[in-house]
């Protein structure tokens, strides 16, 4: 068998090439584009030609064209596959439909696109034709591994490889890759002989059985760069040793009508200056494939709804985006919204960029409500609601919302958020813990309560010195204990980045690199720790009892890309010049907190920004990186700028979201802004989270709770937000989905509805006897003297902070009649029915 | 100390670690998002015959079983190691287990042992359930085997993919999968909410249900999950009404014969019932094996309930159909001392221990790698945890390549070591 396979293959291979060429330069197929409406020739007021004028090295080089209509209404189209294009000299260069040139001889021509009576002229000079241009294996060849998922971590990227091959992830370590394919295996894969007989090549382009299927055609440029290479002696280097030192987009934005398409070129540049087209080499990825897809050759196509897409382009390490804007296309009327604070300028700018228009204000009804929930946590009692819509003053609203964040309850909520992610956690059989969360849960409390700046706030926990009476934040330091716990905390917490990829590769979304990862772990290298005496206390089994931390002075970590030791240096920062005695916490503190730096204020503002309006501008909210773009970039920047020069009070950033006219849109979408799912055109409502909606509970069936291993005294607490840890045992909790603070994602609170959460309210011993308690809201109703239709009344306002309509008044009303011989059977009822209604809880 | 039914276990270091959690969040929860994607599926989906998705039965055997003293004898070492059990000849040929094991040894040709399993030296269920241990796992927060099943089964029943008869520990913890793919733990109020509450009867729950109709407000253009959300309260009175999960759980419902059949080893019956409603894992715990002290007596009196029950639990399953749709795992977290200590007990031992697998189509009858003469360490074949999961996982169907991203958004593999025990498969 053996003998014969190199024939069929051989034969095989002649029969692939002649058609496989012509397919290097065939278009996507032609129906993809029929639904575009493209502009007449009268619409077109010019074009312009991107670049004007550029050089091409070699054959393996091409160049992007784009080609831009500017259309007499100012907008802009893009033509660069809908053109016409001549060239000069036809033996020089050839263009493709898409616009893409590739060169065939020496010598300097020019191109003309041509659009109805339009017309653009670019220069071109080729060069190096009649040269076989030296090859880099990292510069030329990985890309390739890259572009076809070879080195992808689902396949030969992954750790220990695919099928005994192994290629760094993403081809972040070429050297390694290098020695893999020329020499493991004693250079089985490589044949520099008779290039076409490479497995390398056999396997890749299916003509040999590879698991991961036909990655290449026999004779598509990538073969013939990898054929090319493989006969040149599978050189590691071409002499330069160039590296990428970005990669940038052209064009970086545009606005994109619905249905239809945006051609854009990457361009690489290189550490000598020089720059190459590689749209052809860099991978694409859509951020949301709703709006915007693009293909393989950075060409984006807009769907049928309108919105905003972020499109990645990778290559090598670098990355950079080309942001798509589609708007509705729809003949918006004209509405009045008058700008509260600096968020509605903002907002509203993107509103108009997309064509749609917000949704009325909400009524006081629904505003009280959500105003109530979104800052303490609490829903409004019906004498709240009742004071504040007897209240007729024009700015009752923004008096509310002082009076707010004042409450011990605003303290006690954002306490509970903040908890969440600095792991305020006791864990399983941990007794001697509480000592320690009790404490930084009051510390947070306090510091949200008296409006600590949030630089203190942050410098208090990162640069933590002393044991957990003195220095609550201190317990930050249980759960935490290696360098690279406190990197991924630190960065995914207080910058809203996430870099724990970088920590074993280079981050594939990202420009980090493990140098920039164990840089950052350097500064958390010389932390030490002490037990303390637990002063009269005998310690048991081991427990851990006190712990004092403090800066030992000598430390470092080692950078496992080189095994040398990290220097230490803040992300995009210089290295940091540590005297002796510094703490070098204090300096990662000093970097953080600089009104210059990029990612510290904007991370809070975004994670209170997806507090109040349900979502993040960058979302998940602690995932910023330049492939995962704010929607609304302006907004971010205004928000944090302001909340630097307000000194960092968090207070002062609830009042500006809260009090903005955009916060208090109504929930219900018009035809303009139904599909709207990231400008905030309308209240996004969301479920209760666990803990409010056991306080919500509690409160409308007048039941509080006691947790077990709190006092129970009337002074205790007696609600789920005041609770420091998440050691109080809790179905209900647990259910809703409470946190177990095991990280510092806030994406381990779950909001999504289950079905056990459904049941549980719906047919629990726990809710029926919340419902039936003496004393509780239906006991209470039932010896209250004043008419049942104003007890009634009264039980939706506890709900829902509305009136009921006649229809449920009239239901209610029956069911009380039906239950004439136990009243207290036919109030269990109505607030049973009340609390597991969807407006119960979602707020609105 | 050692009692066999019971919930609490002792180990040496004095941490019970069974039960201390008897909460279960019913992890089978099924997300809205999940059901609505099921239900668009479904809709495009050409209808095929319904294939039954493979289950797994897991039984932890918490102390860390003595694996000389059970599928590993060793009859010619010296005597301070052999210990005082003999082996005896199983149905198969060459194939010998413990003399405590006769019920096994009958039918051997359902059952195979892996002997070479590398373990670590901790008390604690986590490397066996999650493929890492519980010190990896402080920071890798690696799902439990059943989490992962329950996260890949999502939306496709209506009874919990998930299902623990031992409370809750590290090993049964979804970790980075999320607090929804918890196991449903019988003990807690999710069972409890199953039954009609004895204070609302029939008529009273359907006048709140019409009520309940009447008052919501809520306009459905306002949440797009409207929808969904009243499709589960739909479903959930059904549950409440029906109650498959329920009686799956209420032996009561098990014949009378069937029932003193397994009389002494009950948990096996309600897995075996548990696996026929449809539950995609069910981990379950038997007996103490933290034998420090007299390791001999003890096994005297646990293995014969071991045989007894994992013979039952077999041989239904082969009998109703059911042996190639499940596979059943038993282990604990790692072998014993090869010599016997001064109080006739061993201590622990992680370089070598057995697991013993079944059904789920896999080859059986056989014995799977080889431990030294003195049973201290692996000689052939040598496997690792992971390894054996993996042959577990993709029995079941599941890719053991599988991913989801934890908190930090990285994609992670469900099991790393992905190799399988070839012999198995």
């Known amino acids: 068998m053996r003998k014969y396979l190199p024939a069929l293959v051989l034969g095989l291979g002649a029969l692939l090439v002649s058609p496989i060429v012509a397919q290097g330069e065939k278009t996507t197929p032609k129906k993809d584009f029929d639904a575009i409406k493209l502009p007449t020739a009268a619409e077109v007021k010019e074009l312009q030609g991107f670049p004007s004028e550029f050089k091409l090295t070699g054959e393996d080089d091409s160049r992007q064209l784009i080609v831009t209509a500017i259309l007499q209404n100012g907008s802009y189209q893009d033509l660069s596959g809908d053109s016409q294009y001549e060239i000069a000299d036809p033996k020089i260069a050839r263009v493709t439909t898409t616009g893409r040139v590739i060169p065939l001889a020496n010598g300097s021509t020019s191109i003309t696109a041509k659009f109805g009576n339009s017309r653009i002229t670019v220069k071109l000079t080729s060069e190096a034709m009649d040269q076989n241009l030296p090859i880099s294996f990292s510069n030329h060849i990985v890309p390739i591994f890259t572009k076809l998922g070879c080195n992808g971590g689902g396949c030969h990227g992954k750790s220990g490889g695919q099928n005994g091959f192994a290629l760094s992830l993403l081809g972040f370590v070429p050297e390694l890759d290098y020695m893999t394919l020329v020499k493991e295996n004693r250079g089985r894969r490589l044949m520099v002989t008779s290039p076409d007989f490479s497995m390398l090549l056999t396997k890749a382009s299916g003509q040999m059985a590879h698991a991961g299927g036909k990655r290449m055609d026999v004779g598509s440029d990538e073969y013939k760069l990898i054929r090319r290479w493989i006969a040149g002696g599978t050189p590691f280097s071409d002499g330069k040793d160039l590296e990428v030192t970005k990669i940038t987009v052209f064009p970086e934005q545009r606005i994109i009508n619905r249905n239809n398409r945006q051609q854009f070129a990457v361009i690489a540049h290189y550490s000598d200056g020089t720059t190459v087209d590689v749209t052809q080499r860099a991978q694409y990825e859509s951020n949301d494939p709703d709006i915007a897809v693009v293909d393989g050759s950075a060409l984006v196509r807009s769907l049928e709804m309108s919105g905003e897409a972020a499109i990645m382009a990778r290559y090598q390490g670098s990355v950079a985006t080309f942001r798509a804007t589609v708007p509705s296309g729809l003949k918006i009327p004209t509405y009045a919204f008058g700008h509260r604070t600096i968020v509605d300028k903002h907002v509203q700018k993107k509103w108009q960029e997309l064509g749609i228009v917000p949704s009325d204000l909400a009524n006081d009804e629904t505003f009280v409500r959500r105003v109530y929930h979104d800052v303490t946590g609490t829903l409004p009692t019906p004498k709240q609601v009742k004071e504040f819509l007897d209240n007729k003053s024009a700015d009752k609203r923004d008096k509310l919302i002082d009076q707010l964040v004042e409450t011990p309850e605003y303290s006690y909520y954002f306490a509970n958020r903040w908890a969440d992610v600095l792991r305020v956690r006791r864990g399983v059989n941990n007794p001697q813990r509480a000592f320690g969360t009790f404490a930084f849960h009051n510390w947070i409390r306090e510091s949200m309560a008296s409006d600590k700046p949030y630089d203190q706030f942050t410098r208090e926990i990162l640069a933590a010195i002393g044991d957990e009476s003195k220095a609550p934040p201190t317990v930050w330091y249980r759960d935490l204990q290696k360098p690279e716990q406190f990197v991924d905390d630190a960065c995914q917490l207080f910058l809203g980045v996430r870099v724990a990829c970088a920590q074993c590769h280079h981050h594939p979304y990202e420009k980090w690199s493990q140098d920039d990862y164990w840089g950052m772990a350097a500064f958390f290298s010389q932390i030490g720790r002490k037990p303390g005496a637990n002063l009269g206390v005998a310690v048991q089994n081991n427990a851990p009892g006190r712990q004092i931390v403090f800066n030992k002075g000598t430390g470092s970590v080692v950078n496992t890309r080189n095994g040398k030791t990290a220097v230490m240096r803040a992300l995009d920062a210089p290295p940091v010049d540590l005297k002796t005695g510094d703490d070098p916490r204090t300096h990662l503190v000093d970097w953080m907190v600089d009104a210059k730096n990029p990612f510290f204020a904007r991370a809070v503002v975004n994670r209170y920004w997806a507090h109040f309006f349900g979502k993040g501008l960058v979302d998940p909210v602690d995932d910023m990186r330049v492939t995962n773009p704010p929607s609304n970039p302006e907004l971010l920047d205004a928000l944090a700028e302001d909340f630097i020069k307000n000194k960092f009070s968090l207070k002062h950033l609830v009042k500006q979201l809260v009090k903005s006219r955009s916060y208090q849109l109504s929930a219900m979408p018009n035809e303009f802004n139904k599909n709207d799912k990231k400008a905030f055109a309308r209240y996004y409502p969301r479920r209760m989270s666990a803990e409010v909606l056991f306080d919500a509970v509690s409160q409308v069936t007048n039941s509080p709770a006691n947790f077990a291993g709190l006092p129970t005294d009337r002074f205790a607490p007696n609600r789920a937000i005041m609770l420091p840890d998440e050691s109080f045992p809790s179905y209900f909790l647990d259910v809703f989905g409470r946190p177990q603070r095991i990280s510092a994602c806030e994406c381990e609170r779950v909001a999504e509805a289950n079905l056990a959460q459904v049941l549980h309210l719906l047919n629990s011993q726990e809710i029926q006897t919340k419902l039936s308690r003496l004393g509780g809201r239906s006991d209470q109703m039932v010896k209250d003297a004043r008419p049942d239709r104003e007890k009634v009344a009264e039980l939706f306002v506890w709900a829902f902070g509305r009136q009921p309509s006649v229809a449920q008044m009239d239901v209610a009303m029956t069911n009380i009649e039906r239950n004439a011989k136990s009243r207290q059977l036919a109030y269990e009822n109505i607030i049973w029915a009340l609390i597991n209604t969807k407006e119960f809880i979602l707020v609105q | ?425």
Request: proline share 5%; hydrophobic share 35%.
């Open chain 2, 1 to 425: 100390m050692l009692s066999f039914q019971g919930a609490k276990q002792g180990f040496c270091d004095g941490i019970s670690r069974r039960n201390f959690m008897k909460i279960g969040a019913f992890g089978a929860g099924v997300t809205l998002a999940d059901m609505l994607r099921a239900r668009a599926d479904a809709s495009n989906a050409p209808q095929a015959a319904p294939t039954r998705p493979k289950s797994a039965i897991m039984i932890y055997l918490p102390g860390g079983p003595s694996h000389m003293d059970m599928y590993d004898l060793k009859p010619d070492a010296p005597a301070e190691f052999r210990g005082e059990f003999r082996p005896i000849q199983t149905n198969v040929a060459g194939a010998q287990i413990c003399e405590h094991f006769p019920l096994q040894a009958a039918m051997w040709d359902k059952f195979a042992a892996i002997r070479s399993i590398a373990s670590v030296d901790e008390h604690s269920d986590s490397l066996v359930m999650t493929g890492k241990s519980q010190r990896e796992n402080m920071t890798a927060n690696h799902p439990s085997f059943g989490s992962v099943v329950s996260r890949v089964r999502n939306g496709q029943s209506s009874v919990p993919a998930y299902v623990s008869l031992r409370g809750m520990s590290r090993g049964t913890e979804p970790g980075f999968l999320g607090i929804q793919h918890r196991p449903f733990s019988p003990q807690g109020p999710g069972i409890e909410n199953l039954r009609q509450l004895t204070t609302v009867s029939q008529d009273r729950m359907s006048d709140r249900r019409s009520m309940l109709e009447t008052f919501d407000g809520l306009n459905r253009e306002v949440d797009a999950n409207a929808a969904g959300l009243d499709n589960f309260t739909a479903r959930a009175f059904e549950m409440v009404s029906s109650g498959g999960v329920r009686n799956a759980l209420d032996l009561a419902r098990e014949g009378q014969a069937s029932r003193s059949r397994y009389q002494g080893v009950e948990q096996f019956l309600t897995a075996r019932r548990l696996v026929e409603a449809g539950v995609g894992c069910v981990t379950m715990s038997i007996g103490g094996w933290d034998t420090h002290g007299q390791n001999f007596q003890a096994l005297r009196r646990q293995l014969p309930q071991v045989d007894k029950g994992l013979s039952l639990l077999v041989g239904d399953l082969h009998e109703r159909g059911l042996l190639n749709d499940t596979v059943v795992v038993m282990w604990g977290e790692f072998g014993r001392t090869p010599r016997v200590n001064n109080n006739a007990g061993r201590d622990h031992w992680s370089p070598v221990m057995s697991a013993l697998v079944a059904g789920g189509g896999m080859r059986m009858g056989q014995m799977i790698g080889t431990s030294t003469a003195r049973g201290e360490r692996p000689q052939e074949r040598r496997y690792y945890v992971p390894q054996v999961l993996s042959t577990l996982y993709r029995t079941i169907g599941i890719d053991p390549a599988t991913t989801f991203l934890n908190g930090t958004g990285r994609p992670i593999h469900i099991v790393e070591n992905r190799e399988l025990v070839s012999e198995l498969v």
